[in-house]
């Protein structure tokens, strides 16, 4: 069965602090639905129209699972917390198998 992954690119966050209420909340809920983090705001090379600020990979054991994580109670939750000072580009995705 293919994996599930959730990709967030922040393109902009003025307030870095601000996203800890945030992670607080939203790192107990995904690991709670499977999730495993790949990575997380480590460095990026980017290249073309790519951003070198913060990406996040999480993945899951299936694109359902990614999905229900998402549509979670504790995750929407967590959701309410992201501040509003932060830009993020959201995707569930399907890997290969």
Known sequence: MAKGYWVSVYPAISDPE?????????????????????SRGSRVVAHEAGITQRVVLIEFDSLEHAVAAYESEA???????????????????EGID
Request: proline residues 5%.
């Open 18 to 38: 601000r996203l800890t209420a945030y992670n607080e909340l939203a790192r107990p809920a995904v690991q709670a639905a499977g999730g495993r983090t790949l």
């Open 75 to 93: 995750y929407q939750k967590a959701l309410v917390a992201l501040p509003d000072g932060v830009e993020r580009d959201f995707r569930i995705i």
